[in-house]
């Protein structure tokens, strides 16, 4: 399929990540948002996950797209969803600017369009973009295998289990794993999970472990409490702890934590 439902396409600075290998925090970047996410919408059982930041997750087929006007201007015009992949290549030429590290590709969840993603990915790869995919989950492993020949950085949001994502934790976790293990054959690739106070670092450990069995790094997120919601963050004392337990596993280069960096400037 050559059309998709994308939420927003905007130049801005990788804003999550540490300074792990896989990671482009920090870097600019333009962002092509993919709408809709299958762990928004109880394909696991539950409700979705608890502090969903992206109301494009729930939206599989948002009417418009919006485009930012000019890198980094931060207004926007829009197009009628679907888009075609020239229009989002002709986005992307539009933002490019001389310090473009990378595209993001994000969400939602961008395995979720697998033909649409495959035939833009193979479009930027023609042109020498460099591809950078967030991820937190897909059913087609084969798919995944079919693509990391087009990916040379990924970040994958292995899911702590007070995320509330799936009923079967364990299976999620097990899959998102499995699938660091398949982008790591190609992308430099870390694991990011997302930690709130009422994480527990048996849960932690367990994803640290598996993150050690196949050497890639874990980058410890602090949760951004969504408005009017009852997540906390982490302590201090928490923090330290789980990066002590992530130490058991992992060297230090391979050890991370990070605040996301756009909302706490405020910027896209
Ligand atoms: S995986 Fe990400 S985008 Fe999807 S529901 Fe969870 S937090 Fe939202």
Redesign the pocket.
């Known amino acids: 399929m050559s059309q998709g439902y994308i939420k927003e396409i905007f130049s801005s600075f990788q804003g999550e990540g540490a300074s792990v290998e896989g990671s482009c925090y920090g870097l600019r970047q333009i962002f092509i948002r993919f709408a809709g996410?299958?762990?928004?919408?109880g394909l696991l059982g539950t409700k979705?996950?608890r502090?969903?930041?992206?109301p494009?997750?729930?939206a599989n087929q948002p009417k418009q797209c919006l485009i930012e006007e000019k890198a980094g201007l931060q207004s926007f015009g829009g197009i009628n969803n679907p888009v075609t992949v020239e229009n989002i290549l002709e986005a992307i030429r539009n933002l490019t600017t001389n310090d473009l590290h990378s595209i993001s590709f994000t969400?939602?969840?961008p395995l979720h369009q697998p033909e649409f993603l495959e035939k833009l990915l193979i479009l930027l790869k023609k042109e020498n973009y460099k591809i950078y995919l967030e991820t937190?989950?897909t059913e087609d492993i084969d798919f995944l295998k079919r693509i990391i020949h087009l990916i040379d950085f990924a970040c994958v949001?292995v899911?702590d289990r007070s995320?509330e994502?799936s009923l079967n934790w364990e299976m999620l976790v097990e899959r998102e794993i499995k699938m660091c293990e398949i982008l790591k054959n190609n992308a430099k690739v870390f694991a990011k999970t997302?930690i709130s106070k009422s994480s527990r670092k048996e849960d932690f450990e367990v994803i640290a472990k598996l993150c050690g069995r196949i050497g890639v790094p874990i980058v410890i997120q602090i949760v951004t409490p969504p408005a009017k919601s009852n997540i906390l963050q982490p302590t201090w004392e928490q923090i330290i702890e789980l990066s002590g337990i992530a130490s058991e596993y992992l060297p230090p280069d391979k050890i991370g934590i990070s605040v996301q960096m756009h909302k706490f400037l405020d910027i896209l």
């Open positions: 996410c299958p762990l928004s919408q979705g996950c502090w969903c930041d992206s494009e997750a729930k969400g939602g969840e937190a989950y949001d899911k995320a994502a997302v």
